[in-house]
Nanobody, 122 residues
Framework: VQMVESGGGLVQPGGSLRLSCQVS????????MGWARQVPGKGLEWVSA???????NYADSVKGRFTISRSNAKNTVYLQIDRLKPEDTAVYYC?????????????????WGQGTQVTVSS
């Protein structure tokens, strides 16, 4: 299993980014998939998940600004992030999510990517 995130970077407040998570080794449409973020020294926060039926959940802190999606053809999960805020600065991880929302706040279970840094600063 390999999960490779990309799309992070430095962006000004109010800007947008699209994170991608290309997966090999399993089919993303067959599993709940999600994005979580972590700031050094703080706990893991799940921001969104997309389920087998295509429905999605979002953390209250990102509702209306983040959109999760997937491409079955590319076996890739995306996170569109709009109206970025400085408090969105974190390492963003793609992971298998399970059916419960939010998933456990631990990287000890499931499959995880290596993370991509998002920095929001003027």
């Amino acid at each position: 299993v390999q999960m490779v995130e990309s799309g992070g970077g430095l962006v000004q407040p109010g800007g947008s980014l699209r994170l991608s998570c290309q997966v090999s080794g399993f089919t993303v449409s067959n599993y709940p998939m999600g994005w979580a973020r972590q700031v050094p020294g703080k706990g893991l926060e799940w921001v969104s998940a997309i389920y087998i039926d295509g429905s999605a959940n979002y953390a209250d802190s990102v509702k209306g600004r983040f959109t999760i999606s997937r491409s079955n053809a590319k076996n890739t999960v995306y996170l569109q992030i709009d109206r970025l805020k400085p408090e969105d600065t974190a390492v963003y991880y793609c992971a298998t999510a399970g059916n419960k929302w939010p998933p456990p706040s631990s990287r000890s279970s499931g499959s995880w990517g290596q993370g991509t840094q998002v920095t929001v600063s003027s």
